[in-house]
């Protein structure tokens, strides 16, 4: 299978926030991973572990400490002026709260034309065309438009972040822990419309999360994280069954069963 993306042996150190403290703290240690065209492959482990970390170097939120990170065969460290324009459009992230997220002062409207007001030169019917399109994809109403972000249910929210990601038609989308704010019900929706929009938009899909059972229904592949490391890395039903790690065994048995 073709690699869209492949990180090589990154590491990423914070620096303390105490003052006079010098000591780095290693977020990310030595990670390596290859995310296959068209899958879902989850990042799994507790917090703090590094996972969304890993996943804001990929969207350059975060400043590496040493190795790289490839897209298409091309280190994103080491860019030409067109694919650094580029870059933005073929990564995009959906965060944990999606009222935190959106500009609570723009209408739905403008925050789905922003990226392509600043990505693209369409005209307005052009965009609003495609605005159209990725509301029918996420289902939302186009009677959501003139309403702001505080008048919607977090579930519907989180509906309009994934719209706002998909919008310029990338081809990675990272999710960080996209349910884990959410009701349960809701949580179901939306993990259903990211199983959808893999094969509707032909997506790759980072997701990051906690939750193994959520992991279990939506991933193809999954890799275990601990205090910065990739630890185990398998297909999801490998791991599930047969799991190399004590400590993917410890996430494994605190995942509910009704047996």
């Known amino acids: 299978m073709e690699i869209l993306l492949d990180i090589k042996n990154l590491s990423i150190e914070y620096k303390s926030i105490n003052e006079g403290d010098n000591t780095a703290i290693k977020a990310v240690k030595d990670v390596s991973l290859k995310l296959q065209r068209g899958e879902i492959y989850a990042l799994a482990g507790e917090s703090g572990c590094g996972k969304s970390t890993l996943a804001k170097a990929i969207v350059k939120l975060v400043l590496r400490k040493s190795g790289d990170i490839l897209f298409e065969g091309r280190s994103i460290y080491n860019q030409t002026p067109l694919e650094i324009k580029e870059y933005p459009k073929n990564v995009q992230m959906v965060f944990q709260n999606p009222y935190s997220s959106l ?36 289902g939302l109403q186009t009677s959501c ?115």
């Open 103 to 138: 500009n609570p002062k723009m209408k739905i409207y403008d925050i789905l034309k922003e990226p392509l007001d600043i990505n693209t030169r369409l005209k307005k019917n052009e965009k609003d065309s495609l605005i159209e399109a990725v509301l029918a994809d996420t």
């Open 145 to 259: 438009l003139n309403l702001y972000p505080h008048e919607f249910s977090g579930g519907q929210r989180q509906r309009i972040a994934i719209a706002r990601a998909l919008i310029l038609n990338p081809k990675l989308l990272i999710a960080d822990e996209p349910v884990s704010a959410l009701d349960a019900s809701i949580q179901a929706q939306i993990i259903n419309l990211l199983k959808d929009l893999k094969y509707r938009r032909d997506l790759t899909i980072l997701f990051i999360s906690h939750d193994m059972n959520v992991i279990k229904y939506l991933a193809d592949r999954v890799g275990i994280m601990y205090y910065g490391s990739l630890i185990e890395e398998n297909y999801t039903g490998t791991v599930f069954r047969h799991p190399r790690e004590e400590y993917t065994r410890t996430l494994l048995s605190a995942v509910p069963s009704l047996k």
